[in-house]
C-alpha cells in the first residue's frame, strides 16, 4: 500500500505546476484527497481536498481561484493543478487518503493513508 505525490519542481512566480497523487495497493476511488504543504520553518497548512461520498471540493482561501483538484478513478490518481505560483507558496507537498468526510477532509489527523512529499520551489 502506497500513496505517492509527484510533479513538483522549481517555476517561475506566475508559473504553473500539476502534481499528482498516485496509490498503489488500494483503490482512491470514494476516498477523501487531501493536499497539504510545508514550508521551511513552518507548520504544515492544508491547501485542498475532495471530501469521500459526494465529492466535494475544498480550497483553502489563499488559493482559491488558482487552483484546482480533479481526480482519474481509471489512473487511480488525483491531480492538483496549481496556477499563479507565488513564492510564498515554495513548501513540500503531500498528498493524503482516507474516508473523511465533508469539510472534515481539510482536517490532517482524519487521514488514513499519507504519501511521501514533492518539493514546489516557487522563484525566478
Known amino acids: 500500500v502506497q500513496l505517492q505525490a509527484s510533479g513538483g519542481g522549481l517555476v517561475q512566480p506566475g508559473g504553473s505546476l500539476r502534481l499528482s497523487c498516485s496509490a498503489s495497493g488500494f483503490s482512491l476511488d470514494y476516498r477523501a484527497i487531501g493536499w497539504f504543504r510545508q514550508a521551511p520553518g513552518k507548520e504544515r497548512e492544508w491547501v485542498s481536498c475532495i471530501s469521500s461520498g459526494d465529492g466535494s471540493t475544498y480550497y483553502a482561501d489563499s488559493v482559491k481561484g488558482r487552483f484546482t483538484m480533479s481526480r482519474d478513478n481509471a489512473k487511480n490518481t488525483v491531480y492538483l493543478q496549481m496556477d499563479s505560483l507565488k513564492p510564498e507558496e515554495t513548501a513540500v507537498y503531500s498528498c493524503?487518503?482516507?474516508?473523511?468526510?465533508?469539510?472534515?477532509?481539510?482536517?490532517?489527523?482524519?487521514?488514513?493513508?499519507w504519501g511521501q512529499g514533492t518539493l514546489v520551489t516557487v522563484s525566478s
Open positions: 493524503a487518503a482516507g474516508l473523511v468526510y465533508g469539510t472534515n477532509c481539510r482536517d490532517g489527523p482524519r487521514y488514513h493513508y
